[in-house]
């Protein structure tokens, strides 16, 4: 048919309102969700239509529409947070979630999510208490700190330390430390929004003492060290060491801060993989303020820990800042759930995801792959094609950038249907499924993967076999 009668053969929306409201799943939605889908289904219908698209005229039928209308509010009544199926091997996926929480964790949020607690009430005294008293015990305790806070993240630690601690002073930093973190967030930026003058010595490679000693007068009003957490100088680099920064602060009557990025509280060394400063050694070392993610390495929520010296972490309580900056009751729950569980390192390791997940054998993968694949196999579909890829894993979230973790992915294809298209199936099924692709294959790996993970996959792929057993794909 032609544009203009096309444009005419549109129904109108109070026929469509009527026929939707017919539909007895329809009838608790809400008027105005139904009206607006049906406007915005209209509307790209005309526009299409004015920029030269053709469609047969049953297409445009009320009853035919009616089908596109009830799923797209089916779309806009279902949350737009739901769960992903993590196959890429990145532990710690910033897109996807970050870290898992452990279940007894998700537990405690659960229990106290719907209830009454002593979020800020002393139950000793019946006076009004302090919510950081929820975690600062269990913080000192597995740090060896003298006092903690916790906020909402660790750019907001970052922020509130130096705001408190240096605002309108300068505080040196090493010019090959100021990195930069996901979504262009730069330490630069996050000092000049602190009111701190930054300091820049050093070369990109190369800091010595002898540059912080140059560059402290008196404006200077803290040393500042930031592990780089999310890439590595190699080759020909000298760096200064938090010991060497510490004894030089204490020469100086200065305080010194490390920002750890993705703190830790586990000797990873011991456990075979890449050894990685945790935040006990940082206090060890004296820093007067360690700041750290409570949502990367260390397997819990969002949050950013301080922990340190008490006159320090005093100063930084007392900042009016901080009411801006810090974490609810749910936060708390789960974040105090995963510390205590750190009491027992090697109970850590079993119960965290997040570290039970970057320790796993490729053997313990392997295995796993295989159950994947034999449960693929019983679909007995001849256009289903499986192999088995080696590949590296990652530990993610900005962390441990040089650390590669042998893996062993489940490789999958679909005759007469590409990569891309197949990737798309997986990305847009009801329980969304991310992989990768590589060489035309789509890649599954199971260091990433539940049992439940894996059922879901193959129950998907079934549905994706049945839907283009009748179509190519080019």
Not at 177 to 185: H, N, Y
């Amino acid at each position: 048919m032609t544009r203009s009668p096309l444009l005419q053969k549109i129904p109108k929306v109070d026929v469509l309102i009527s026929l939707c409201q017919e539909d007895p799943l329809m009838k608790s939605v809400p008027s105005y969700v139904i009206t607006a889908q049906i406007q915005a289904t209209l509307e790209g219908y005309r526009s299409q239509i004015l920029q030269g698209e053709t469609f047969l005229e049953e297409d445009l039928h009320p009853t035919t529409l009616v089908s596109e209308i009830t799923a797209r509010v089916e779309k806009a009544l279902s949350p737009n947070l739901c769960r992903v199926i993590n196959a890429t091997g990145v532990v710690v996926h910033t897109n996807l979630g970050r870290s898992l929480l452990p279940l007894v964790a998700v537990e405690s949020l659960v229990n106290i999510a719907g209830v009454y607690s002593n979020l800020e009430l002393d139950l000793s005294t019946g006076k009004r208490g302090s919510r950081y008293a929820v975690v600062e015990d269990i913080l000192c305790e597995l740090t060896g700190a003298e006092a903690a806070l916790v906020v909402n993240n660790n750019a907001a630690a970052v922020l509130l330390c130096l705001e408190t601690i240096a605002k309108g002073k300068e505080v040196i930093a090493s010019r090959g430390e100021l990195v930069e973190i996901g979504g262009s967030f730069r330490i630069p930026d996050v000092m000049a929004r602190s009111g701190g003058v930054l300091k820049e010595v050093g070369a990109t490679n190369r800091t010595h003492l002898k540059d912080y000693i140059a560059a402290i007068t008196d404006e200077t009003a803290l040393l500042l060290k930031v592990h780089k957490s999310n890439y590595s100088i190699v080759g020909f680099t000298k760096e200064v060491t938090l010991s060497e920064m510490v004894a030089l602060g204490k020469e100086k009557n200065l305080p010194v801060m490390e920002d750890l990025g993705s703190g830790n509280f586990i000797d990873f060394a011991k456990y075979g993989l890449m050894a990685e400063a945790t935040v006990q050694m940082s206090v060890a070392a004296g820093a007067d303020i360690v700041t750290f993610s409570g949502d990367k390495l260390l397997g819990g929520p969002q949050a950013g820990i301080i922990v340190g010296k008490k006159q320090y972490i005093d100063q930084i309580k007392r900042n009016p800042m901080n009411r801006a900056l810090r974490i609810d009751k749910l936060t708390l729950a789960a974040l105090e759930r995963v510390l205590r569980i750190y009491r027992d390192p090697d109970q850590a390791v079993k119960e965290i995801p997040t570290l039970r997940m970057m320790m796993m054998s490729l053997k313990e993968i392997q295995n796993s792959g295989k159950s994947l694949i034999r449960n693929l196999k019983k679909l007995g579909n001849d256009r289903l094609l499986i192999s088995t890829h080696k590949s590296t894993s990652r530990a993610g979230g900005g962390a441990l950038p040089l650390m590669e973790l042998p893996t062993e992915c489940v490789a999958i294809q679909i005759q007469n249907v590409s990569a891309n298209q197949l990737e798309t199936f997986l990305r847009e099924s009801e329980t969304p499924i991310i992989g990768r692709i590589e060489n035309d294959w789509i890649l599954l790996d199971p260091r990433t993967l539940s049992n439940e993970d894996k059922q879901i996959i193959v129950a998907t792929v079934d549905q994706i076999l049945e839907i283009t057993k009748e179509q190519v794909f080019k």
